[in-house]
């Protein structure tokens, strides 16, 4: 089939999940989203209220300690986060990034082990896949594992990694065959306290200032053997499959910012007066946020089908998912930039949080595969 369209309908816990999170996203995460970002640090504060109200890892399964929320629930949380301060929606969204890998594929012990913390708010979890030489074409990583009795040993080097530093879990895609290609890559559950793990300087990024992005470093970092997520040589597999998970959360982070844009656009131009009148009153300017109103609803809807199309194990699930990454994260763009335009000159100044918006609206065009990918992942799905 080609129509995943008719997936879902949003429930009374859905409205009720946005409503409680939209409450704490006012009152404990918005007031520190300007100073998160001029002075790149984690919002601890935002770490606390959602870990307090169990927003920060919703999607683990009761039988971890988690709540066990369904996929269109943690887009929710991510979207209602993202509004108000995109960084900080990074810990529910990488919380489901980095721990996918153990959901999907992660031995019964193993699970245990790793989402318990993360359920219970002690612990948090990155996702290492990327590398400087391997960052789209991800297959062509040279981070190595090797087994030598009863451990494996990591060597190499990750790029990117979100939320570095701060989780104490990281799952890391490694070549053990170097024969096999993408079939000779493996995932590993590695612990920050691991001997021979370290993790590098913040890069200074244009957005998402909050949120650290470091490199891993792996000099022969021993691990037991048991820590191995699913088989040698299914790491890869693994990495991608969680991908057609977490990219309708990274459209859902794109939406929410644009909703937050488009929030604070219209509160402006009713009060801005040009002219003797609100710029409101100005019909190029209504025209502005009606697009704006319509490529954010339609991609909120996009990202929720994506969402539930890997909740029910669609067929289509994988194009599903790029489809919405690439159509929320361009939608963010063009609704962020709309948002500076309708504020004029106070628009391109930090007195306004449209600015930030829009240069956090950029990584979303980028991570998770860039849209060329997203774009390369859905022609391959029409052609194959
Ligand atoms: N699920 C399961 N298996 C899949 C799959 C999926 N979605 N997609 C492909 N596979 C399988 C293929 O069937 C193939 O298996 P066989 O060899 O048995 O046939 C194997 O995986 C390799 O697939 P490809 O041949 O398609 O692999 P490729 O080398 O051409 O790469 C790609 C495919 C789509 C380009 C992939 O490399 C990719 O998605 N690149 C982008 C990387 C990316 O998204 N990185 C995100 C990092 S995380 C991040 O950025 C964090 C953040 O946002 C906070
Ligand atoms: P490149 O692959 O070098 O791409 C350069 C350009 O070429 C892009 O425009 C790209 O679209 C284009 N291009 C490449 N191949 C093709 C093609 N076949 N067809 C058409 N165009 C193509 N990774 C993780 O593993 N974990 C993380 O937590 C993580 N977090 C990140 C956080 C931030 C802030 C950033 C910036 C990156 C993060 N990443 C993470 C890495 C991210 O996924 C990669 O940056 C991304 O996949 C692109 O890889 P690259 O940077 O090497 O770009």
Redesign the pocket.
């Known amino acids: 089939g080609n129509n995943a369209a008719g997936l879902y309908a949003l429930t009374e816990e859905h409205e009720a999940i946005r409503e409680a999170v939209r409450d704490i996203a006012e009152r404990e995460i918005a007031p520190y989203a300007a100073e998160v970002d001029a002075d790149s640090r984690f919002p601890v504060e935002a770490q606390k209220a959602l870990t307090a109200a169990g927003f920060h890892a919703t999607h683990i399964p009761e039988a971890y300690g988690g709540e066990g929320a369904d996929a269109i629930a943690t887009c929710i949380v991510i979207e209602e986060v993202a509004r108000v301060d995109a960084s900080a929606s990074l810990i529910p969204a ?1 919380n489901k ?1 980095g721990s996918m890998p153990v959901i999907l594929a992660g031995s019964e012990d193993l699970k245990q082990r790793v989402l318990r913390p993360i359920a219970a708010g002690e612990a948090m979890i ?5 590398e ?1 030489e ?5 297959a062509a990583m040279r981070t190595r594992a090797r087994l030598d009795g009863d451990s494996w040993v990591l060597n190499g080097t ?6 570095s530093g701060i989780s104490e879990w990281y799952t890391v895609m490694a070549v053990t065959d170097p024969e096999k290609g993408a079939n000779g890559i493996s995932a590993f559950a590695v612990h920050r306290d691991d001997p021979g793990f370290a993790v590098g300087p913040k ?1 200074r ?1 244009m957005g ?1 200032k909050g ?1 650290p ?1 470091c490199e891993l470093y792996f000099t022969d970092c021993t691990i037991p053997a048991d820590r191995i997520v699913g088989e040698p040589g299914t790491g890869f597999k693994t990495a991608l499959r969680t991908l057609d998970f977490t990219r309708p959360t990274i459209g859902a982070q794109a939406v929410g910012i644009a909703q937050g844009a488009l929030d604070a656009a219209v509160a402006y131009v009713r009060e801005r007066k040009q002219f003797g009148k609100a710029v409101a009153e100005f019909q190029g300017v209504q025209f502005m946020l009606a697009d704006m109103e319509m490529r954010i609803e339609a991609a909120r809807h996009l990202v929720y089908v994506a969402a539930a199309a890997g909740e029910q194990g669609h067929p289509d699930v994988t194009r599903v998912s790029a489809s919405a990454k690439a159509f929320a994260s361009d939608v963010a763009m063009q609704v962020t930039t709309d948002a500076v335009q309708l504020f004029g000159g106070a628009g391109y100044t930090q007195d306004f949080p449209v600015e930030r918006m829009m240069r956090d609206a950029k ?1 979303t065009q ?8 997203q774009r ?1 992942v859905i022609a391959r799905s029409l052609l194959r």
């Open positions: 990488v990034l990155s996702y290492g896949l990327s400087r391997a960052g789209s074409d991800a990750k790029a990117w990694i979100t939320n890069e990024k998402i949120s992005t990584i980028i991570y998770e595969g860039t849209n060329q990918i390369m």
